[in-house]
């Protein structure tokens, strides 16, 4: 099932999809609210095994074409935003270093979060902004110290994030100012909408790119992941609580404007696409 946060007549809804068909979830019956937030625990508690037991009688669904709405980002609230740096191998190596031996942890403000169709807006103070594609986890099941084994049972499911990132004062200022390199407000493009972990599968198996005014300039698969999911769960989890709606981005291939001789930053006007396999693609423009 997908579910996704929509403008439909001017207001804030949300929306799931099944067998290719959209529906409004009607607001203020069984529990149901305008925020995907306030949803997870219901639908993660529906069952351990299918998100479509969630939609039952008691959740009226009201039919709508996907013309009729606007995708908004899934999420804009989140409690954590957990970013992990160098999780590809080839991308560690583009960016000058060994694979790590533990997960880089940093993180963004949700201050940053824009929607699909969104402006990614460059900052004056800054000539040298990234772009990294990313698979973004959904936690949805609360935990402390959870178990590797254990660690699907709190994953929601999953969306296509960019990771845009300003490279002068993420390792050019001193000591290393990651968080303000990658937390400038737009700088977290997500979206279109959260795919359930029971319809993908296999999240170390999917596909995942990024374009660049049409030109492919990240592709790998999951599978090429340092640390897996399931290991960054757990991992994070032994420092803090875990909690619905929290996000993980994952890491990026290799490919990004930075590794590339010469560096390719972006400018006004640049298109960018990320796109993710069983989960869809994420389009915003440049200005």
């Given at each position: 099932m997908k579910v996704a946060s929509v403008l439909f007549q001017g207001e804030q809804r949300v929306a799931v999809e099944r067998d290719r068909e959209w529906s409004l979830l009607e607001p203020h019956t069984a529990g149901v609210t305008n925020r995907v937030t306030d949803l997870i625990p219901q639908i993660v508690g529906a069952s351990r095994s299918s998100s479509e037991d969630f939609v039952s009688s008691e959740h009226r669904l009201e039919p709508v074409a996907e013309s009729e709405i606007r995708f908004l980002a899934p999420l804009t609230t989140p409690g954590k935003v957990i970013c992990i740096g160098k999780n590809y191998e080839d991308h560690a190596r583009e960016m000058g270093s060994e694979s790590p031996g533990l997960p880089i942890v940093f993180s963004k403000f949700s201050s940053a979060i824009i929607g699909p169709g969104d402006p990614i807006v460059l900052p004056a103070i800054s000539q040298s902004v990234d772009f990294e594609a990313e698979l973004v986890v959904v936690i949805?099941?609360?935990?402390?110290?959870?178990?590797?084994?254990?660690?699907?049972?709190?994953?929601?499911?999953?969306?296509?994030?960019?990771d845009i990132s300003a490279r002068d004062w993420q390792k050019d200022r001193p000591g290393g100012q990651w968080l303000l390199g990658k937390t400038f407000d737009t700088f977290a493009p997500l979206g279109p909408w959260i795919v359930t972990?029971?319809?993908?599968?296999?999240?170390?198996?999917?596909?995942?790119?990024?374009?660049?005014?049409?030109k492919i300039m990240q592709h790998a698969r999951t599978n090429q992941l340092i640390f897996p999911i399931d290991h960054l769960v757990s991992h994070l989890s032994n420092f803090f609580r875990l909690e619905p709606g929290d996000l993980i981005f994952t890491g990026t291939p290799a490919g990004v404007g930075a590794g590339r001789q010469p560096p390719v930053f972006l400018k006004s006007g640049d298109e960018l696409k990320v796109q993710i396999e069983k989960i869809g693609t994420l389009h915003n423009r440049v200005v």
């Open positions: 949805g099941r609360p935990g402390r110290h959870i178990r590797r084994e254990d660690s699907f049972e709190h994953v929601f499911g999953y969306t296509v994030g960019n972990h029971d319809e993908i599968g296999n999240p170390h198996d999917l596909d995942i790119r990024s374009e660049l005014n049409g």
